[in-house]
């Protein structure tokens, strides 16, 4: 179906002195366009991306355009275009009103495109439901419609990740805003579909999701959308802080990986365990590939204990030599101390679990059964992997040495 264009014809004819003072000659008409619009981006800080199109009936020659924009456009981001006509001027006031050379009589097309600040927002809202071997994921896209008007058989993107301006200003630009171009283009390459998430801090890339079918949005409404959904593999494993949760509890995770041909945004999510609610839990953003560590909460499926074991100090005095046949008396005292980690395991499967604990920084380690998997300065970390109903335990040992002067004799 054909885009229909609103448009006023505010001045019908000018005298042929009026048109050699205010403009080329040949200008017959203002005409305010209106524009349905077709397509709207919305970006988590609530920008949007506008396009509006339409169709008319244009005579060849010199026109003058005055587009109808809503009020929190940015002036610098529109961009306009027409087949078969060239922009000679562009003024710039309350409105923007442009003039256009059309080489041609008949049918023209009309695009334009701009940006609106806090025109609409959205956000995902999950609903994850856990079972043995995998995760059932799924979204809805909440969003709300602060454009100003009521948006009717509209195409709707919506983009996942912080704001990033340079790659907004590349939309808009692209091709001298060859408009068709871009919508032919559906793979944009400034919002890759596999993009890794930094360590360094970094923005992550934008990603775009593009909903299926035209969308209908009341102006002021919050309206859902279907998303995703799909099952996930899951790894299960446990985290135990032994330092501050002596006696547990222990904490369950689980890592969902993304297999899907979209990322995971960010947001909420109600979890679900055998159909029954378990708590609130956030999903971060996960790109294709990745998995998104999903902290379900405290569990009584593992008991842990920590206990100090032993603890000894010994202490020696001994004679140390210094300038001028001086000595001095040190007594050096080395405190010993040996921690007993418990763990025993109330499932019927296999489980992972994590196990961290806390020293002194400036304790040496001296033994340790098993061997820790990570050991920095003031703390060490294991990762065990127990059978059904397996009893396990950590041993570790670590000394303090202290020295002290107690007299000088020379």
Known sequence: MKNILAFLVLILALPAAALADDGPAGVEAITILSLPVDSVTIYPDGIATVRRTG??????GVHR??????????????????????????????????????SSTGVQRFDLAYLMTMAGQWRPIYSVHLEEESV?????????????????GVRLKLVS???????????LAVGGF???????????????????????????TLYIYELSGRKDLGMGKEVGFPLLEEAAPILRSYLWEAYRNSE???????RANNTMKDPWPAGSALLYRNGEYVSGVEIPFTPVGTEAEIVVGSSADLKVSRKMASYTTEEEISQVPGADNATSAVKTTTETWTYLLNIKSNLDRNATVEVSDTKPLRAEVVSADPEPKETTATGLEWELSLTPRQ????????????????????
């Open 55 to 60: 169709e008319m009936e244009v005579t060849e």
């Open 178 to 204: 060859a408009m068709r171009a871009v919508a032919e283009e559906e793979a944009m390459d400034y919002a890759p579909a596999a993009a890794p998430v930094p360590a360094t801090g970094e923005l992550e």
């Open 65 to 102: 355009l005055v587009l109808a924009l809503p009020a929190s456009v940015k002036v610098d981001s529109v961009r306009f275009e027409a087949t078969n006509a060239t922009v000679e001027k562009v003024v710039r006031g309350d409105n923007l009103e442009y003039t256009l050379n059309v």
């Open 391 to 410: 009893e396990a335990s950590i041993e570790y040992t670590y000394v303090i040495i202290t020295k002290e002067v107690l007299a000088r004799k020379g």
């Open 248 to 254: 547990g509890p222990v904490t369950e995770v689980v």
């Open 161 to 171: 990740g912080p704001p990033q301006v340079a790659p907004l200003e590349k939309y």
């Open 136 to 152: 059932i994921v799924s979204a809805q896209a909440i969003v709300r419609n602060n454009f100003g008007e009521d948006l009717e």
